[in-house]
């Protein structure tokens, strides 16, 4: 079966973009800092894990139609202007960049219009065959987590390097809820980070007990609309009642898709670039021998997991 490695492209090259200094520069004085970056982070990768198969999935849709109608606060504080997300100056530049150095050197890279890089990631995770690991910096793909497949997530929080494996142990163990319940711990808890309100009252601790107790967010519903008084936490039933409708349309809005329309291309992980001389002219202009290298050496020879 082959393994899987799924990235969550804007998650890592947002992260390579804070963590690798701007000096880094092209010969022209441009900013190469998260296109480096990123490029460094999948030699890693690969070197660390040695995946059958590769997959850079992007943000085609960053703030999703189907997700602003259900909670028309989702990721409004990130909006700059018109529909457009909040990117610094010196990143957006670098975006069209890294698309053409994946695409030269042959990783696979999909963004599905409507969708997020989250749904792509979940499609593709449904869709796989053998193991599949997630590399992302986002809580919310915590919920693909599933020992039977197996699915990990790779986190990043404490870098590249020092990466946290999350299996459905350490999911519970991290959030006091069942392996597998992230979405709904998420769904009670809200993120502000996304603009999802949550329920209020119902925090952390909360929303774990509720989970655990109920197995789910849709066996806590039915016994929230059949009268059960008992296993909710002081005052959390007359909060849930109050929220039923934020809970009716939230679910909808957190967890990610498992069906979006993925384009059929090939996913194995390339041994040597797909054009060289596309790669090779990247390189010149933006000054990426170095980490490409790197990459290169990497892809020829992964071979230390």
């Not at 194995?268 to 990459?295: E, F, H, I, N, Q």
Request: glycine share 8%; aromatic share 6%; with cysteine.
């Amino acid at each position: 079966m082959p393994r899987l490695m799924l990235l969550d492209t804007p998650s890592l090259y947002f992260r390579a973009f804070y963590g690798v200094p701007e000096s880094m520069t092209a010969p022209d004085g441009m900013p190469v800092n998260a296109v480096r970056g990123l490029i460094d982070m999948i030699a890693t990768l690969v070197r660390t894990h040695s995946p059958d198969e590769l997959v850079a999935c992007m943000d085609a849709d960053w703030r999703p139609a189907f997700r602003v109608a259900a909670i028309p606060t989702y990721k409004a504080h990130r909006v700059a202007q018109g529909d457009e997300e909040e990117v610094p100056d010196t990143l957006a530049p670098q975006v069209p960049v890294i698309e053409a150095v994946l695409d030269a050197v042959g990783v696979a890279r999909i963004g599905v219009e409507g969708f997020e890089a989250d749904d792509v990631i979940g499609t593709c995770t449904a869709r796989a065959t053998g193991p599949v690991d997630i590399v992302t910096g986002d809580r919310d793909l915590f919920q693909l987590v599933d020992d039977a497949r197996p699915v990990r997530v790779l986190y990043t929080v404490r870098g590249i390097r020092n990466l946290q494996i999350l299996d459905e142990a350490a999911v519970a163990a991290k959030y006091g809820i069942p392996g597998r319940g992230y979405a709904d711990f998420a769904t009670l808890r809200g993120d502000p980070s996304d603009g999802l309100p949550g329920v209020p009252g119902v925090g952390d601790k909360t929303a774990a007990a509720l989970i655990t107790r109920f197995g789910s967010l849709e066996a806590l519903l039915a016994a929230l609309d059949t009268g059960q008084t008992d296993g909710f936490p002081a005052g959390s039933r007359n909060r849930l009642t109050t929220a039923r409708d934020y809970l009716r349309v939230a679910p909808a809005v957190v967890r990610v898709a498992h069906d979006a329309p993925l384009p059929d291309i090939p996913l194995a992980l390339p041994t040597a670039p797909r054009d060289p001389d596309a790669l090779v002219a990247l390189s010149d202009k933006y000054g990426l021998d170095s980490p490409l290298g790197r990459l290169l050496g990497a892809l020829a020879k992964p071979a230390d997991s």
